[in-house]
């Protein structure tokens, strides 16, 4: 899959699901140690603008859709010594994990799906 095709937006009716995911990166040449793949949604500020949240839980997953801008969506970030590399968002949760799979080799550990 050309690396563009992981970030169009997806075209489908299928519903996000609660996903939480970590691979290790088993490259020795990077910096990277793991990536991780979380469920984010973006909800309505009372300022008028909006922010972005990690969804930890089902119960967050399922009892925040009335301040949720949109439906949830998929981060993927790089884990280093000390820091995170933001690597992008993800309508569709079958190229994030495929993404993953392709930097890595490995297939995902699902902590949550």
């Known amino acids: 899959m050309m690396m563009d095709e992981y970030f169009k937006p997806y075209?489908?009716?299928?519903?996000?699901?609660?996903?939480?995911?970590?691979?290790?990166?088993?490259n020795p040449k990077s910096n990277i140690i793991e990536f991780e793949l979380v469920t984010v949604r973006e909800y309505n500020d009372y300022n008028g603008g909006t922010y972005?949240?990690?969804?930890?839980?089902?119960?967050?997953?399922?009892?925040?859709?009335?301040?949720a801008y949109d439906e949830?969506?998929?981060?993927?970030?790089g884990r280093c010594k000390g820091r995170s590399i933001f690597f992008g968002e993800f309508f569709d949760i079958d190229k994030a994990l495929g993404l993953l799979l392709d930097l890595t080799g490995e297939h995902p550990q699902l902590i949550s799906y």
């Open 72 to 77: 949830p969506y998929y981060h993927i970030y």
């Open 11 to 26: 075209s489908g009716q299928k519903t996000n699901r609660l996903c939480k995911a970590i691979v290790k990166n088993n």
């Open 52 to 67: 972005i949240e990690e969804i930890k839980t089902a119960n967050d997953f399922l009892n925040n859709e009335e301040n």
